[in-house]
């Protein structure tokens, strides 16, 4: 069976980190999600962090070289040489082509890229309610996927907080950014047939049962 090498691509708050997350656990893969990435050196203040800050504040894309190279560094780890998850990069058609780089150095590549629909307003609508964990990341939203204990995480105990770029204007901007830059990858992938398309909406079975029956379907698990 091929490694799961998957890219996630979706609009923000398209529901691609709890998916990517549930993923995760159901191939035995980490999620790499370059945002998270970020949010950890902004909150560590280290070179990335600062360089990153203006960018994301204004919900502009931080320059492809740095973001190149802190995956380039994530990907080397043990965790990821069996798999991963891409959750958040590429976001343009350049950082298709970087990533494709940084792959065929190691021998690897995309074998699955799943886009998320939604509608803007239905975005618009969700980023209002996103709250994360300040420690681990794990994404809740204060009606569709409240914690248990309001404010706390269920899976480190960590602080819930609003992220400063789900604000009406920083939304707006990344909305323009995913439309005019991240999208035309949903239109460049299936030339090589590995694109699926998956609807956000809340299932019956469960979002576990349905990213099972998913990666059964492109023959990650049996
Ligand atoms: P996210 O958590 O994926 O919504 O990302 C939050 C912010 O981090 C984005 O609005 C960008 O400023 C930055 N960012 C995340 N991933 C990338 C990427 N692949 N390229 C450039 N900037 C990124």
């Known amino acids: 069976m091929e490694k ?11 529901g691609k980190g709890t998916r990517a997350v549930v993923l995760s656990e159901v191939l035995g893969v980490p999620q790499i999600a370059t ?13 990335i962090g600062k360089v990153a800050k203006g960018y994301i504040d204004r919900g502009e894309l931080v320059p492809d070289e740095v973001t190149a190279a ?24 350049n950082q298709a082509k970087i990533l494709d780089g940084l792959l065929a150095q190691k021998g690897a590549k995309i074998n699955s890229v799943i886009y998320i629909k939604v509608d803007d307003e239905e975005i618009v609508k969700r980023l209002s309610g996103r ?11 204060k009606i569709d996927n409240k914690p248990k204990r309001e404010g706390v995480c269920d899976k480190c105990g960590g602080e819930l907080v609003v992220r400063d770029d789900d604000n009406p204007d920083t939304i707006r901007k990344r909305l323009k950014v995913f439309h005019e830059t991240t999208f035309p990858l949903v239109e ?4 090589s047939g590995i694109l699926s398309e998956i609807k956000s909406e809340k299932s019956a079975n ?3 049962f349905d990213m099972a029956e998913l990666s059964r379907r492109l023959g990650f698990i049996k």
């Open 70 to 93: 802190m995956l380039r560094q994530r990907l080397e780890e043990p965790d990821a040489q069996n798999g991963f998850i891409l959750d958040g990069f590429p976001r343009s058609v």
């Open 4 to 14: 799961p090498n998957i890219i996630l691509l979706g609009a923000p708050g398209s």
């Open 35 to 47: 945002g998270d990435l970020f949010r950890k050196n902004l909150k560590l203040m280290t070179e």
């Open 131 to 141: 709250m994360i964990c300040s420690k681990c990341q794990a994404p809740y939203h």
């Open 206 to 208: 469960g979002l576990k």
């Open 188 to 191: 460049l992938y299936p030339k």
